[in-house]
């Protein structure tokens, strides 16, 4: 079985990857990376993207339509079709994740942090954001968050691994997305992860970096447009890909996981996989 993570950099619009994330765009360029722009379902609110994310249906199919509807999702996802198949998986995440795809409702004793073979989620770090608002973000460190990943690799020796940071979203609702806090965000981001992923890669990992949204200029994500569905998606890994100009389908992200694991891709993930 290959290892592969998935990082999510939440609520952040393709035009602000492309020009604000020098790390990544100077993988693009030396070829270590490929690039893509990816579409999210709609509506391109955090909870259903989360769920539409991990098993490649749509909303109206599993049912989270807002951030008020949370529940264990019926579906297969990523981390029990890997569990299945005898993979160890870990997730770094925002308390949703856990509710999703282990069990609901979240218990922030007994959840906060855990390690359970049954699975699907065998280790897990999470978090709830408890009393986010305007003027307090309540978001943990980022760079605290990849060295948590890190650790569940090296320690527990996981397959697959999702960690999913708010941090971003975070600050384009408070600031918008043409600013200079904005700019100074991304900046940090794209510092903090940099040296995460050549560590993950010398430990044989293929990695996804991407967003589950993106976000207008105003700071408002949920409805159509590029602004707040178009996210870009960047591949640390092999096989062959779509050209470069092709705009991905968000649905295609867990098939494409699995594929690349070498796990059986289940009969409700109607839509391809990008990557042989």
Known sequence: MRKLL???LDGLPYANWRRLFGNLEGWVA???A???RMRSVLPSTSASCYASIHTGVLPQDHGVLSNETIFRVAQPDVFSEV?????RTGAVAHSFWSAFFQRAPFDPVRDIEY???AGPVHHGRFHTMTGYGHDNQMTPCDADLFATLTMLCERKGIDYG?????TLDSMGHRFGHDCAEMDKACFVADGQLAPFIPRWRAAGYEVIVTADHGQSLRGHHGGAGE???????YWFGGGEGPEAGTVLDQLSLAPTILTRMGVPVPATMKVGPLLG
């Not at 569990?83 to 993979?87: S, W």
């Not at 999702?162 to 708010?166: A, D, E, K, P, V």
């Not at 602004?227 to 998606?233: E, F, H, N, P």
């Open 115 to 117: 390690d359970e073979d």
């Open 34 to 36: 490929r690039v893509w």
């Open 6 to 8: 998935l990082i999510i």
């Open 227 to 233: 602004d707040q569905q178009d996210v870009a998606l």
């Open 162 to 166: 999702m960690l999913h940071t708010c």
């Open 30 to 32: 030396t070829g270590e």
């Open 83 to 87: 569990a299945k198949a005898g993979g």
